[in-house]
């Protein structure tokens, strides 16, 4: 199978088919002058480019990447908002760190960066030797590592969505292609090719979770678990009906369900593109790579402040780190990725 071409207007990493395995690593600058930092910037994202390229091509040089068939890698690259503010980088008016939500436990070693960078592959050996081609290239840019986490989904039919570690669907709602435009990329003008991550590496109490009565973890997603449909409906891929009502008067996804309170209809239609990734880094430190893709990280906070102090999921989960970036546009072959970041 070909893997998405590394050229193009826009990154291949944001809206290929989800693959089964991820690699985040986020790279700081140095800090010297603005002039130099810009410089070593530019010296950076040629030298990713470059390898990045190199790596997603049916001709791989590397050995390790070669009889694999493709490598069908996919990646993206982006820039995180301090630096983008220390440079002055043209990038969206709404790049922005978020702001720290109730219950937050946030560790700054595995959080924010100046260069956030998302691999995806079809298995982690890829993932591992790319990862080291690109800490080298970076490294000798100029760039030093600040952060690397790796994920996984299960291996699920192509066209049906994966479940995450509490077991139940995780992706069915999300903006159909052609809504991408107005949620996911930028509006036209500079920053139309490029889009905005937030990523959150949230811990889940799986067994606590696993503890609750059938019916009960149900009404705290407000979708079934073995089909994904949701309470209201009789096909996963069904809108939630958050207004439905019981004949009591209650509602029949509860006041407190994570998909009433993720609900677009909350936020004026708006919607984010998610794309988790499940992570077991010890026998109790399992959870979710949260990475969703949308125009403005406002959309997140507004959701994340009704989940965190709402949400019945809440109880079972704590938020560990978090990073922002904009996603860079694409560039054609000969060219580099952050091309339009200098105004
Ligand atoms: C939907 C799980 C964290 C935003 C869902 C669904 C599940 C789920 C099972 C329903 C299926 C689907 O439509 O994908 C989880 C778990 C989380 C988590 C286990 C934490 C470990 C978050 C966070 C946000 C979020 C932090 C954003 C702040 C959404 C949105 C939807 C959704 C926007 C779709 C709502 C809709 O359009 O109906 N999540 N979620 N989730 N979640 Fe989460």
Redesign the pocket.
């Given at each position: 199978e070909a893997a998405a071409p590394f050229h193009g207007p826009r990154q291949a990493g944001v809206t290929a088919p989800q693959q089964p395995a991820t690699q985040l690593l986020a790279f700081d600058l140095p800090q010297t002058s603005a002039a130099a930092d810009r410089q070593t910037l530019r010296t950076v994202l040629d030298a990713l480019t470059r390898t990045l390229a190199a790596a997603a091509s049916d001709a791989p040089s590397d050995a390790r990447l070669q009889s694999l068939g493709t490598t069908r890698l996919t990646s993206l690259v982006g820039v995180g908002p301090g630096l983008a503010t220390r440079l002055g980088l043209d990038v969206p008016a709404a790049l922005a760190d978020l702001p720290t939500f109730p219950g937050d436990r946030l560790d700054p070693a595995r959080s924010g960066g100046d260069l956030l960078l998302q691999l995806c592959a079809a298995d982690r050996w890829t993932l591992t030797v790319v990862a080291e081609l690109v800490a080298t290239a970076a490294g000798s840019a100029g760039a030093t590592p600040r952060w690397s986490q790796s994920g996984f989904l299960p291996v699920t039919t192509p066209g049906t969505t994966p479940r995450?570690l509490?077991g139940?669907?995780?992706?069915?709602?999300n903006p159909a292609p052609a809504e991408d435009e107005q949620f996911v990329w930028g509006p036209p003008g500079a920053h139309h090719d490029g889009t905005v991550l937030v990523y959150?590496r949230?811990r889940?109490d799986v067994a606590g979770f696993a503890g609750l009565p059938a019916d009960q973890r149900e009404r705290t997603?407000g979708?079934r678990q073995g089909d994904?449909v949701p309470l209201t409906g009789t096909a996963e891929h069904d809108d939630?009906d958050i207004y439905a009502k019981n004949p009591d008067g209650s509602y029949v996804i509860p006041a407190n369900a994570?998909?009433r309170l993720?609900?677009?209809r909350l936020d004026g239609g708006t919607?984010?593109l998610?794309r988790g990734y499940s992570y077991d880094d010890a026998p109790t430190d399992r959870?979710?790579l949260?990475c969703?893709f949308m125009r403005d990280p406002a959309q997140?906070t507004r959701?994340?402040n009704r989940?965190a102090t709402r949400d019945a999921?809440t109880p079972y989960?704590q938020h560990q780190a978090s990073a922002v970036a904009y996603v860079l546009p694409g560039c054609a072959p000969g060219g580099s990725l952050g091309e339009r970041l200098w105004t």
């Open positions: 995450n509490f139940f669907k995780d992706g069915t709602s959150r949230i889940m997603i979708r994904g939630p994570h998909v993720t609900s677009p919607r984010m998610r959870g979710l949260f969703a997140f959701v994340q989940l999921l989960l």
